[in-house]
């Protein structure tokens, strides 16, 4: 569904196409209706489109959509410290998951997803974790196209270690 104006509403054609008759001249504007389009798609550039016309008659429109992507991932304890999320490798929940200032928490099993993404270049970093653990912040660069779906982006954690000292009095 398109609305024009804040005020008509308009369903597209099979093809996607749709009307407004009779618009008189000067500025209007045309915007995607939040949750008209199937969950995997959006507008590519934006939900609001703005255009002007000169005379009564006919204008064309071309809003380009695109298939979103998704991002899921893993925070984990990294008990041998290799860099690898292994098998009996745990989940960390309660992290906090940034990807180019959105953030999201991890569940109980240390997963983190983002959907809904419009095709660009992402950066994807840890901002968070509970205090026993110790992490580097790092930047992961993400080239999204599409209709990608990237499932398997694991980061690592180990554990503070506390050296304790003692002295013999």
Same mark, same amino acid.
């Given at each position: ?50 255009? /002007? ?25 990294? /008990? ?51 205090? /026993? ?5 790092? /930047? ?30």
């Amino acid at each position: 569904e398109v609305i024009l104006d804040g005020k008509e509403i308009r369903k597209t054609d099979n093809k996607g196409r749709f009307s407004f008759k009779f618009l008189e001249k000067g500025k209007h504007r045309v915007e995607i209706r939040y949750g008209a389009l199937p969950s995997e798609l959006g507008s590519a550039t934006s939900e609001i489109f703005e255009f /002007e016309t000169n005379i009564i008659g006919r204008k064309m429109i071309i809003i380009p959509i695109t298939e979103y992507a998704e991002i899921k991932g893993f925070v984990f304890f990294d /008990e041998n410290k290799n860099g690898i999320k292994d098998e009996k490798e745990k989940g960390i929940e309660n992290c906090i998951v940034s990807l180019n200032g959105f953030s999201t928490i991890t569940d109980k099993n240390g997963m983190f997803y983002f959907n809904a993404i419009k095709p660009g270049t992402y950066s994807l970093k840890l901002i968070d974790a509970p205090y /026993e653990y110790v992490f580097t912040p790092q /930047e992961i660069k993400i080239s999204i196209t599409p209709g990608t779906k990237i499932e398997n982006i694991n980061i690592p954690l180990t554990k503070f270690e506390k050296k304790i000292k003692y002295y013999k009095f």
